[in-house]
Structure formats: C-alpha cells, structure tokens
C-alpha cells in the first residue's frame, strides 16, 4: 500500500509553544484512521496543518506523494482533501442545498461569465451536474429532505452530517473529521457509524479526530495517539489500547488495574 | 415617441424617477461587495465619482458615443477598483471599512486638485445625442443591474461569495480562492458604481467632486441596509425609497433630515435585518404560480 498522506516531521510552533512537535504519520489509501489524544494534545492542529490553515514550521506534509506543506488552503482543498470542524462552521445564513453546492465548489468552472450568462446551455448543464452531485452528497448522510431548510435551524447532530455532505462534495480522496460524533446521542453515533463505513466503501480515505472510545475502537483500521504535541503511538485499536504509555497519558493511570 | 412621452412626465418627477433608478445601480453594486460578500465598504462614492470623471472626460476629450462611455467608465473603474482591491481587500470588517472610507477622501482630494478634472469648479457635461431619452437609458441600465445581479446571486460565482460572508475559513476549506474572489466582487461591484457614477453626470450635465463625499457613500450603504443586506428586492426598494424621501419629505423643510434619521433608528430596532430581509421573493412568487422545480430537484421532491 503507499501513504496517500504523509506527514513527515510535522512541527509547529506559536511562539513558545509547540503545539505539534516532530510528527510522523501516514494515512494509506482506503483506511479508516484515527487520532486520538487528551484535549491540546494538537489534534486538531494537525488538521489545520494538513489543511494549510497553518503552515508547519518545519518538516513536510505530501498527499498522493506531492508536498503540499505551505500551500494555500484552497488549493489543498482543490487537490482532493475534505474537511469537517470541530466547532461546526456551516454558511448558516444559507440553505443546506446550498452549502453542499459551495463544497462543490471545485467541481465547476464557471466563474463571473458564467453567472452573467447562466441562460446558456453550457453553463446550465453544469449547474446541473453540480446540483445532482450535492444531492448525491445529503443523501449519503441521509439529509437530502431538509435540503431547502436554513442550515443554522438543523439540529446539531444534523449539522454535523451536514458538514461531512459538504465535504463529501469537493469528491475527496482523503476526508477529515474532525470529532464528527460529539454531541451526539448514542443513536445518533450509531448511524454515524454506518454513514463513515459507507463513505469509506465508496473509495474515500477518511482520517478522523474523536473523543469517544468506543466510537473509535470500533470504527478505526488504525489508531495514532498524540500526547502534549508528540506522537506516542501508533497501531491497530487492540494494540493502541493495550500500550502502557496510551494507557497513562489517555485512558488514565490505574485503568488496567 | 419615446422623447414625446418622456417630455409628457412633468420634469420634477421625471428628476426624480432618474435618481431612483441611479439610487438602484449603485445600490445593487455596493450590494455585490457589502451584501453578498460580506466586506463592508464605506467608500463607494468614491468609485461613482471615478466613473463619473471618466464618462465626463471621455465625452468632452474624446466625443467617444455615449453607449461606448458607459461601458469604458464601468471598465475603467472596475480595473481601478480591482487596483486598489488587491492591496485593501486582505483586511475585513472595521479596518477595511477605514481603509475604503481613505481611498475616498484621496479620490475626491486628488479630482479636487487635478487640471483635467477642472478642480474645485468641477466639469460642465454636455447632454449625449442618443436617440434614446436619458430617463429611458438609465431605466434599461438599472433593470440590465437587476437581472446580472439577480444572476450573480444564484450561480457558482454568487455562492463563493456568499460563502465568503458566512465563514471565509470555512470557504477557503471549501476550494475558494477568497483573495481572488473578493477582487473580482469588488471590480463588478466597482463596475456597477461607475456606471452609475457616469449616467449620473450625463443626466444632470454637472459633476463636482465634492457631490461623492462621504455622505454619498453612507447615502448608498442606507439604501442597502434598509431594504436588507444581500437581498436584491430589498436594495431595489431600499434605493426607491431613499433617492425619492428627501423630495417626500421635502414639505418638512428644515425638519425633513430628523425625520430622516429618526426613520432609519426605527427601521434598525424593529427590523434589524432590513425591511425586506432573509425573504426569498423567487421562491415565493415561483410557489404562487405553481411552477415545479427542474431536473435533480424535481426528482428529489418527487421521492419525498
């Protein structure tokens, strides 16, 4: 298998503070893989480095085996990489339909002249295709009812669906998630369950933040575990659980006791 | 016939059904960047008065026809817009808003003291021979602004910036290249503003620099805010109601500019979202006349 991501090295620092520290870590084509850590362990960090909203200080991130440390965001985005927040940023003032149509953003071309000559066929048919492939998307995360409702009027498990429909629609190769089950009811968490399986099955990567045990023995091919910026370990769910050092910083001293 | 017509209006009227519909260009532009886009601007007198300038120069230096003008100085403002965009557009909310309120006041300051702009005494513009009146021009521009921005709106351009407005990081997440597209609302917007600017000088044969101060673009930015940041419907009816209100209100004298203010505090705490804020009028009037969506949404309607 090769790394469709690779991070090599990763650090960055906020003045004094390294947040994420000389990380290395591949995600490989077509897994489930998760990072887990206690809070400002840098989890999210990560994603933000990944995503280029940071740039890493040092050291070098690749996806599909090209660096894309330092690019802009949009152009990470561009190139096949999905994201979802940790505090949910939806378009709220906007429907849902539309915020699935801005995630797929990247999958038109038609700029200003489109829009002054939106009657012409070209220009319809793709608004079309964009149309079908957002429909697509809600239906993946079973949405596509509420597709005229305003997005800050879903419920908040909903939202959450809703960003991963947004970011399903840039077709991604590699989706991030970041803590896609919190706040969400056990139920909820189940279907969510189902819904990333499939998302995965579907050809997609999926690299994922989360804070819920179960939730991510149960869903992940494999586990990496960051503690105060550094990566203590790294394996499948069994072996990640069984680690000592997991165990001391995560789990809590005497939890095998 | 049309002349005939036009000269049966009484001319007060007729100035003022003019400004309305200047009121609803500029409007509709500064609606493109502050509405749709989310960056308030608090100098969009300035590009007015460029394209004002422009168009005037070019009919009195060059005699080029007035159709041509129209769209030069639309073009000419649009590039210095898009000029001064790259820079100022990297800041949001309040700094941009001081930094456009700047460009403005150095615009006016620079049409102050250049020769060809005539200094403080401004330029005298000549009427356009057009076999079209001059009320009927400005009508068919505004309506052509109501259907681009109309247009704008619903289309892949439109939702980048809106999503822009929402959350920019969310939207750079997202693949748009916010820098690139905040320009490009700020040219079409600026587009807008001169054209408005230069069928403005036309119209009423005098233009002096100090006509787009500060107020004008405050004047403009009302406009907006009243009917509704983002919503078309409500620019154009906010851009109505404010170019005709001081002509309204003009039995008021001296009282008529309280009355004004004490309006527009009003408006904001009863109806903070603009008079025709957060409706969505296509929607509306497409369910009244029965018309069912095409294509995918039919077919997402239909499994419901």
Redesign the interface.
């Given at each position: 298998m090769t790394a469709l991501l690779k991070l090599d090295n990763a650090t960055i620092r906020f003045g004094g503070l390294v947040a994420v520290n000389g990380v290395n870590l591949d995600v490989e084509e077509g897994e489930i893989m998760a990072l887990i850590g206690p809070n400002g362990a840098g989890k999210s960090t990560i994603f933000n480095l990944i995503?280029g909203?940071y740039p890493p200080t040092e050291g070098g991130i690749s996806f599909k085996g090209k660096s894309i440390a330092g690019l802009?965001?949009?152009v990470i985005?561009?190139g096949g990489i999905g994201?979802t927040?940790q505090n949910i940023?939806?378009?709220?003032?906007?429907t849902v339909l539309?915020n699935v149509?801005?995630?797929a953003?990247?999958r038109?071309s038609?700029?200003?002249t489109?829009?002054?000559l939106?009657l012409l066929p070209p220009?319809r048919r793709?608004?079309?295709r964009?149309?079908?492939l957002a429909?697509h998307c809600l239906s993946q995360v079973d949405l596509?009812?509420k597709?005229y409702e305003q997005a800050c009027n879903l419920p908040y498990g909903e939202q959450r669906r809703l960003e991963i429909a947004?970011a399903l629609a840039?077709e991604p190769a590699l989706i991030l998630l970041d803590e896609p089950a919190a706040g969400m009811n056990p139920q909820e968490k189940q279907t969510l369950l189902t819904m990333v399986r499939n998302i995965r099955a579907s050809g997609v990567t999926v690299f994922l933040v989360e804070h819920d045990m179960k939730f991510v023995m149960g869903l992940s091919d494999r586990i990496a575990v960051l503690d105060y910026g550094v990566k203590i370990a790294d394996g499948k769910p069994e072996e990640v659980r069984a680690n000592p050092a997991v165990i001391e910083a995560y789990l809590g001293k005497g939890a095998t006791n | 016939m049309l002349q005939g017509f036009v000269n049966s209006i009484d001319p007060y009227f007729l100035q003022i059904l003019v400004n309305i519909g200047i009121g609803i260009i500029l409007a509709l532009g500064l609606n493109i960047i502050t509405g749709l886009t989310g960056q308030l601007s608090l100098g969009h007198a300035a590009f007015m008065s460029v394209g004002a300038f422009a168009g005037a120069l070019l009919t009195l230096k060059t005699g080029t026809p007035f159709y041509l003008t129209l769209i030069l100085s639309g073009l000419f403002t649009a590039a210095v817009a898009a000029l001064i965009g790259w820079p100022i557009l990297r800041l949001t909310g309040d700094y941009l808003a001081i930094c456009t309120l700047g460009f403005a006041e150095i615009v006016k300051v620079v049409f102050l003291n250049l020769e060809i702009t005539n200094k403080a005494l401004g330029l005298t513009v000549p009427p356009p021979q057009t076999a079209l009146p001059m009320p009927v021009i400005v009508l068919i521009v505004a309506i052509l602004t109501i259907i681009a921005s109309t247009f704008i709106q619903n289309s892949r351009f439109g939702r980048a910036l809106k999503a822009i407005r929402d959350d920019e990081i969310a939207a750079e997440s997202m693949g748009i290249n916010i820098a690139r597209y905040k320009v490009q609302a700020f040219a079409v917007s600026a587009f807008m503003a001169g054209t408005g600017g230069c069928l403005y000088a036309h119209f009423l044969g005098y233009i002096n620099p100090s006509d787009f101060g500060f107020l004008k673009s405050v004047d403009m930015l009302s406009m907006i805010v009243l009917g509704g940041l983002g919503s078309i419907p409500g620019a154009v009816f906010g851009a109505s109601i404010l170019s005709a209100a001081p002509e309204f209100l003009r039995f008021m004298s001296q009282y008529r500019m309280m009355v004004y203010g004490a309006l527009m505090v009003f408006l904001m705490v009863f109806r903070p979202n603009g008079l025709l804020g957060g409706i969505n009028f296509t929607d509306l009037v497409l369910r009244k006349l029965g018309v069912r969506p095409r294509g995918a949404l039919r077919n997402l309607e239909e499994k419901q």
């Open positions: 995503t909203i802009q965001p949009h985005a561009g994201r927040f940023r939806l378009f709220n003032e906007l539309e149509l801005i995630g953003h990247t038109g038609w700029n200003l489109g829009a002054l939106k220009v793709e608004e079309g964009l149309l079908e429909i596509a009812h597709a947004r840039i | -």
